[in-house]
């Protein structure tokens, strides 16, 4: 029977998909030959399994305020290189023949990207990438006028939220932000462009009842020119909290990137540094926070990889397994370990390897299923044909027993549970026993998918419901969001209401789970805690955040500044 879940999509290969985000970049159009269907693809890789050697040498031989053009020296390969794949932060630009060492491609004026390249043979082997090239094209006219004063702030108590609204200020050339600032100190922003101009409306939420506070705002252009605050306005909060979101607490800092989250029964937090590879336990007031051990065995990408998801059993308390999604010099894999105050390394076991890594695209979420299974989300590893071979681990959403072995009743007998994903780091399961899934999109969309047993995702041929989308096998996502608004990493289920914490849009994100659909979607905390990466349930029925601001592009220890909060939620 077809499923619910299902609609329209039709399969293509990566060469549509890279058109498709080429021309939304504004780059011209320089994809190759389109990309091997995944059957054929494996059948040439029988024969040549081996991958080309990383590109060298990239850099910029022009850059203006508009576009950068972009060399490299050849990769090797057994065979030979058939093309290359330009990115810039995990994101496909172009693709380009492999006789050819340079692309000229559109950039945005004034804004950082960090290009790199990858190399891919005819048999649709993809290698590491290139080495991080940061470029920061110049403004294309230099501007030192400030954008004009916002004008008549308003605010509005509604319980323990803050409604304010403004009237928009005027620039030379155009006002890309607004600040908002709560006595004094920047608490939130409004984001936006020259063509799409930011909102002049923003929500506090999370604030003390009966608590009087005074907001101002100031505007800002592109070129970072800033403009007087606002006049005051002053408003006092209701006596109780009537908002989905009561509160935040910042419960610990961190100077590495906290990942993976967990919490013990008794009560226990316990998280991943991404780039010192070790786990962390603290009280669940940040007390008493200590290293327990270095997880073995890891390495970094100089990107997205490192210690990632982390998981406890529901047997947790008689068998202290710790589950653990990390990356090594080869391959991303599963590991447990035992944990009884510090990580017992001596009792590491290795699960399932194999899965593929790159500098982006390595997946890394976690979650127990009440089934008893494990299951995990797998990243493409830039190497989106991946995603359509059910006997790759790449671009999966993988199930196994807690010892490693493979459930009996997978629809491929391997690991993999569902396929075609681009790059999933959010898995949690409803009331209902569904298991719901966040994955990062392109230029496009980000999707939020229910995963059913041996579903077809769509990747690369659709990201979200863009692309060629018409096969009837594929199971579109229940929600889709603009990629600029999202870039959401976790997610979170409590009293069947779905959270997602968001990187590049910048807020968490709450809907309620209505049968298959997401209803009554509210936006927090926009601009507040910039860039959030995993939101997790606490034992009491609330959620923990992390940030990742900074220092997450790269696999550099302790060059970021980030936050452990938690969220209080209404009833």
């Given amino acids: 029977m077809r499923s619910s879940l299902r609609q329209p999509r039709r399969l293509a290969g990566l060469a549509l998909l890279t058109s498709v985000c080429t021309v939304l970049a504004g780059a011209p159009v320089t994809a190759g030959p389109p990309a091997a269907p995944a059957g054929a693809t494996s059948a040439r890789a029988a024969a040549d399994t081996r991958p080309p050697t990383p590109p060298t040498n990239l850099r910029s031989t022009r850059l203006t305020c508009q576009s950068v053009t972009l060399a490299w020296s050849a990769a090797r390969d057994d065979v030979g290189v058939a093309y290359y794949d330009v990115y810039h932060d995990g994101q496909l630009v172009t693709s380009v023949a492999g006789r050819t060492l340079t692309a000229t491609l559109t950039v945005a004026q004034g804004v950082t990207w960090g290009w790199y390249v990858n190399a891919r043979d005819a048999a649709g082997n993809v290698s590491q990438a290139s080495a991080t090239l940061s470029v920061t094209p110049p403004f294309c006219q230099s501007d030192t006028q400030p954008p004009t004063t916002p004008t008549n702030l308003a605010a509005t108590a509604n319980g323990t939220d803050v409604i304010l609204t403004w009237t928009a200020a005027t620039d030379n050339v155009a006002v890309t932000r607004y600040d908002i600032l709560r006595g004094g100190v920047t608490v939130g922003s409004v984001t936006g462009t020259a063509g799409n101009p930011p909102a002049t409306s923003f929500t506090d939420t999370g604030l003390a009842a009966d608590t009087e506070y005074r907001y101002t705002v100031v505007a800002r252009d592109a070129q970072g020119n800033t403009s007087t605050a606002s006049s005051a306005v002053t408003v006092r909060t209701g006596s109780t909290c009537t908002s989905a979101v009561c509160g935040t607490t910042v419960v610990t800092t961190e100077r590495d990137l906290p990942w993976g989250l967990v919490q013990l029964p008794d009560g226990t937090v316990l998280y991943g540094r991404r780039d010192l590879f070790d786990v962390v336990a603290m009280n669940p007031d940040g007390s008493n926070k200590r290293s327990i051990g270095t997880v073995p065995n890891v390495a970094g990408t100089n990107g997205e990889g490192g210690v990632l998801g982390l998981a406890v059993s529901s047997s947790f308390t008689t068998d202290r397994w710790l589950y653990i999604y990390h990356t090594t010099t080869t391959d991303n894999r599963i590991v447990r370990i035992r944990y009884d105050g510090t990580l017992q390394t001596g009792t590491v076991q290795v699960l399932l390897t194999g899965i593929p890594r790159n500098k982006y695209h390595n997946g890394g979420r976690l979650r127990f299923g009440p089934d008893g299974m494990l299951y995990a989300a797998t990243g493409d590893g830039q190497s989106p044909d991946r995603a359509q071979d059910v006997n790759d681990l790449g671009g999966k959403v993988l199930r196994i027993r807690p010892d490693g072995t493979v459930p009996s009743d997978n629809p491929f007998g391997n690991a993999v549970w569902s396929y075609g994903h681009r790059n999933p780091q959010g898995l949690a399961f409803d009331s209902r026993g569904r298991l719901f899934e966040q994955e ?79 209803t009554d979607v509210q936006q927090y905390f926009v601009g507040t805690y910039s860039r959030l990466r995993t939101v997790e349930p606490t034992l009491d029925g609330n959620l923990w955040l992390t940030t990742s601001t900074g220092g997450d592009k790269d696999s550099i220890p302790n060059n970021s500044n980030e936050r452990i909060l938690k969220v209080t939620l209404g009833r």
């Fill in 440 to 518: 990062f999109g392109n230029n496009v969309m980000d999707e939020t998918n229910i995963i059913v047993r041996g579903g077809n995702y769509g990747w690369p041929a659709c990201e979200g419901t863009t692309g060629s989308c018409a096969n009837p096998n594929f199971i579109a996502p229940i929600r889709t969001y603009p990629v600029a608004e999202a870039s959401c990493s976790g997610l979170a289920i409590v009293r069947d209401v779905l959270y997602l914490g968001c990187l590049r849009g910048n807020r968490m994100y709450r809907a309620v789970i209505s049968g298959n659909t997401l």
